[in-house]
Nanobody, 123 residues
Framework: QVQLVESGGGLVQAGGSLRLSCAASGRAFGDYNMGWFRQAPGKEREFVSVINRSGGNTAYADSVKGRFTISRDNAENTAYLQMNSLKPEDTAVYYC????????????????WGQGTQVTVSS
C-alpha cells in the first residue's frame, strides 16, 4: 500500500502561484505513476496532470497546460504540482493519486489517493 499526504494549498489572488506537494510512504514510490486531480463544489473530480515513474513523461489537462508543472523527486518520495497564473476557476480541492498502471487520466484507474488540499483563488 501507499499512503499519500498533500500539502501546500491555500488562498491566493488571481495571477498568483502555489506549489502543492504530495508525500508518499509505504511501498516504493518509484513503482507508481503519479497524478493530480481536482474537484470543485458540485462538480465531478477532474484530471489535472500525470507524471510517469521516472519523471521523464508528463501530461496535462488543456485547462492547465502552460500554467501548471508536475514533477517528482523519487529520492524524497514526493510529487509536486507547481501552479502559476492561477485563475478563480482553478478553485478546488486538489488530490494526488498513484497508479500502478500506465499513465492515465481516469480517476478510476488510480489505486491510492490522498485526503486532498484546498486551493482557493480569489478574483
Amino acid at each position: 500500500q501507499v499512503q499519500l499526504v498533500e500539502s501546500g494549498g491555500g488562498l491566493v489572488q488571481a495571477g498568483g502561484s502555489l506549489r502543492l506537494s504530495c508525500a508518499a510512504s509505504g511501498r516504493a514510490f518509484g513503482d507508481y505513476n503519479m497524478g493530480w486531480f481536482r474537484q470543485a463544489p458540485g462538480k465531478e473530480r477532474e484530471f489535472v496532470s500525470v507524471i510517469n515513474r521516472s519523471g521523464g513523461n508528463t501530461a496535462y489537462a488543456d485547462s492547465v497546460k502552460g500554467r501548471f508543472t508536475i514533477s517528482r523527486d523519487n529520492a524524497e518520495n514526493t510529487a509536486y504540482l507547481q501552479m502559476n497564473s492561477l485563475k478563480p476557476e482553478d478553485t478546488a480541492v486538489y488530490y494526488c493519486a498513484a497508479t500502478s498502471f500506465a499513465m492515465r487520466r481516469a480517476a478510476s484507474e488510480y489505486d491510492y489517493w490522498g485526503q486532498g488540499t484546498q486551493v482557493t483563488v480569489s478574483s
